[in-house]
Nanobody, 115 residues
Framework: QVQLVESGGGAVQPGGSLRLSCVGS????????MAWYRQAPGKERELVAE????????YYTDSVKGRFAISRDNTKNTVYLQMNSLKPEDTAVYYC????????WGQGTQVTVSS
């Protein structure tokens, strides 16, 4: 059973940057398309970005295109989300997981964008 641990969140001002990391236990992690999701208070969890096992980015939600970049390092069982030009509406708890057939969800990492 893969366990997911997200990190790298924090509080930043609008226009700032953060790099999120997600480490998955077990080599099986590298076999799957992985994704970053986020959930803002009072809203449903939404898909933010997706990356194939070989590192091809499949998807970015419109609101983050040109600002966020997903990547992965299969040697480290890690998926990253580089977030630039952050906006207050990016405030949410960020999670990583498969794009379908989910692993157990991790605890997520809080991102707060505020002046």
């Amino acid at each position: 059973q893969v366990q997911l641990v997200e990190s790298g969140g924090g509080a930043v001002q609008p226009g700032g940057s953060l790099r999120l990391s997600c480490v998955g236990s077990g080599s099986i992690f590298r076999s799957f398309t992985m994704a970053w999701y986020r959930q803002a208070p009072g809203k449903e969890r939404e898909l933010v970005a997706e990356i194939t096992p070989v590192g091809r980015t499949n998807y970015y939600t419109d609101s983050v295109k040109g600002r966020f970049a997903i990547s992965r390092d299969n040697t480290k069982n890690t998926v990253y989300l580089q977030m630039n030009s952050l906006k207050p509406e990016d405030t949410a708890v960020y999670y990583c997981n498969r794009n379908a057939g989910y692993f157990p969800w991790g605890q997520g990492t809080q991102v707060t964008v505020s002046s």
